[in-house]
């Protein structure tokens, strides 16, 4: 392709006149220009540089495309609403921030998929940035739009959207696939002869080469889907990174201007979490457990903060105090950081790994909030879920980290969970209150004042590939019915609960579990004005209401029906490596109220991930 137009100076006047000009302005310390490169990738995420600048999957995947000769990697990111207004009004498309061009000049936009809720934001994107919305609209000129990320996982709803999707973990995958596109292109190939090849890579999934059928036909074949392309897999099995462990925890990064909504530095400490919440996608999708090493992660923080100038770090993970060697790890960078104003975070403690010895290693003597995710608030609940705690690891957390100078402690909790009753919601106010009367008594007289609990109370939302995808939503109105019952058990003054207003949760269940048929329900909603669903101010339930009426869909049985467990779902064709088989088992087991361990802590629970993949779990400290 030419070489990428700047548009600076057209797009400057509206950058000076837009709320925070900070958004989409180049030159930000790290930032990389490859003015030599042949072949022009830009990596956009869907919502506002704020949100998408600290997504550490933006970070590794610009830096493993820039790594590669010849290829050049920008950002991207959705402008902020004033800023898509004056940019359509200008008649400027959305453009990268490195080269500010213009998306459609790119040879391949990648979008990334972080949650439900950015569905609208894609079709902004595409149709801000000058290129058509559908596969079967883009010409031999067009750039290649693939996606990948957590809802690559039931891609039918984006289907029309995409030419192929990533599924599974990029850092091999995406510079390999955007290297077939790029011969392709070279040798002249069409663009359908290009996706041909890519549709040859493991874990690349080409919507446009299958044909969506009914229920009958799911029922019969085990898959919605019908090849129309001969040679494409039937089922597209998710790849992993294999050399995670291995590789730095330091990803070269930048420095941003505007203030981002984690603005601190990242190092990812291990992938996978096999605690099995059978509520959790994200669980399902990184298996295996990966760990670096602690000498890696050591060098990388320290790495980082030389190269960056940040005073906090974060050790990020799914589940970052189960890692083998944290007590080590921490010991270690708090003697290499002690008196330099630095913070060592570990955002995602574990109830029953958070003790006396952990209390004291995490923060150092910065000690701001702690977080834990009791996520139910009886025993009965908690081993619906699988989540393996109990209100003892609960109340030991408490004690030890108030004792250990902690004053404010966030828990955060779901209603609506499969089996839930009346006296599960009030068992969190129950498990509130005892947690506030545990954390008073650990603490001296004279500051018992300034203990803070809070709750943080989420609708639950079936997701795809867990063991509770064949559940449905309860209504809008028995959420607040619910929540309403919480708020009115909750006696203790000092206990704030917030809860995650639940008109936007018809959104998320819909497009977590429908089947293609939904792409048109998410286009008329965008269509209707539907943008920025994430955000409280800007969701525009009459514009998803309006929509599937048009379109005769009805959003409220989709989100809010159960299925029995030999319904074939709509993403039986994506594989995250957990066989169906064991989500139907664990489901079963959640009526039970029965639990399966961890089998990084003990013994294997058959999951299917590691034989399927060909790879095992990998601790740092076993090695």
Not at 118 to 125: Q, S, V, W
Not at 140 to 150: C, Q, R
């Amino acid at each position: 392709m030419a070489e990428l137009t700047d548009l600076w100076d057209k797009v400057r006047p509206l950058v000076e006149a837009a709320e925070r000009p900070s958004r989409y302005i180049d030159h930000e310390w790290g930032a990389v220009r490859k003015a030599d490169a042949d072949f022009h990738f830009c990596l956009l995420y869907p919502d506002t540089y704020e949100l998408g600048q600290p997504n550490q999957a933006l970070r590794i995947l610009v830096n493993v495309v820039n790594a590669r000769e010849g290829m050049a990697a920008e950002r991207g990111f959705l402008p902020a609403p004033d800023m898509c207004d004056a940019l359509r009004q200008a008649g400027l498309p959305l453009f990268s921030i490195e080269s500010c061009a213009a998306l459609h000049e790119f040879d391949v936009v990648g979008i990334t998929l972080p949650h439900e809720l950015a569905a609208t934001n894609i079709l902004e994107a595409l149709d801000l940035g000058g290129i058509p919305l559908h596969t079967d609209e883009r010409g031999e000129s067009d750039p290649f739009v693939i996606a990948g990320g957590p809802c690559a996982f039931n891609p039918e709803p984006y289907a029309p959207f995409f030419d192929a999707l990533n599924i599974g973990e990029g850092e091999e995958m995406l510079p390999n696939g955007l290297e077939v596109i790029r011969r392709m292109r070279a040798s002249g190939a069409s663009r359908f002869e290009a996706l041909v090849e890519l549709a040859k890579v493991p874990g690349w999934y080409v919507p446009s080469f299958y044909r969506w059928r009914d229920a009958d036909y799911a029922r019969e074949h085990g898959a919605w889907i019908e090849p129309v392309v001969e040679g494409v897999p039937v089922v597209i099995e998710k790849q992993i990174f294999e050399g995670f462990s291995e590789s730095s925890g330091w990803e070269p990064c930048v420095v941003p201007f505007a203030e981002a909504v984690h603005d601190r530095l990242n190092v990812e400490v291990l992938r996978g979490c096999a605690r099995g919440c059978r509520f959790c996608q994200a669980g399902m999708m990184y298996r295996p457990v990966r760990e670096r090493t602690a000498d890696n992660i050591v060098e990388s923080v320290l790495t980082g903060l030389r190269e960056t100038g940040y005073d906090e770090v974060s050790l990020t993970s799914l589940s970052s105090t189960d890692h083998s060697q944290i007590g080590e790890i921490l010991e270690r960078l708090n003697r290499a950081t002690e008196g330099e104003g630095v913070r060592i975070s570990v955002p995602s403690q574990r109830l029953d790994s958070f003790g006396v010895d952990m209390a004291a290693l995490v923060a150092g003597r910065k000690k701001g909030g702690l977080t834990f995710a009791p996520e139910a608030g009886t025993q009965r609940m908690r081993d619906v879920i699988n989540k393996n705690v109990t209100e003892e690891d609960l109340f030991g957390a408490i004690d030890a980290a108030f004792a250990a100078g902690w004053r404010r402690c966030k828990l955060y909790f779901m209603i609506g969970l499969p089996t839930e009753t009346d006296e599960d919601v009030k068992g969190i106010a129950s498990l509130l209150q005892r947690s506030y009367d545990r954390a008073v008594k650990a603490v001296p007289a004279d500051q018992k004042g300034s203990i803070k609990i809070s709750a943080s109370v989420a609708l639950f939302v079936p997701k795809a590939q867990t063991p509770f995808q064949w559940d449905g939503q309860i209504p809008p109105e028995e959420a607040i019915r619910r929540v309403n019952l919480l708020r009115n058990s909750v006696h203790y003054r000092a206990i704030d609960v917030h809860w995650h207003d639940p008109k936007t949760s018809f959104v998320e269940a819909v497009t977590s579990r429908s089947g293609r048929e939904a792409a048109a329900l998410i286009e008329e909603a965008w269509r209707r004005g539907a943008r920025f669903d994430a955000w409280t101010e800007c969701f525009n339930e009459q514009a998803w209401r309006d929509a599937a009426e048009a379109l005769d869909f009805d959003v409220d049985a989709v989100a809010q029906t159960a299925y029995p467990l030999d319904y074939v779902l709509p993403w039986e064709h994506i594989s995250t490596g957990a066989s169906r088989r064991w989500l139907v088992r664990e489901r079963k087991l959640a009526d039970g109220e029965r639990t399966t361990p961890d089998c990084t802590f003990d013994r294997c629970s058959a999951c299917g991930v590691c034989p399927s993949l060909g790879f095992d779990n990998v601790l740092a400290a076993v090695r």
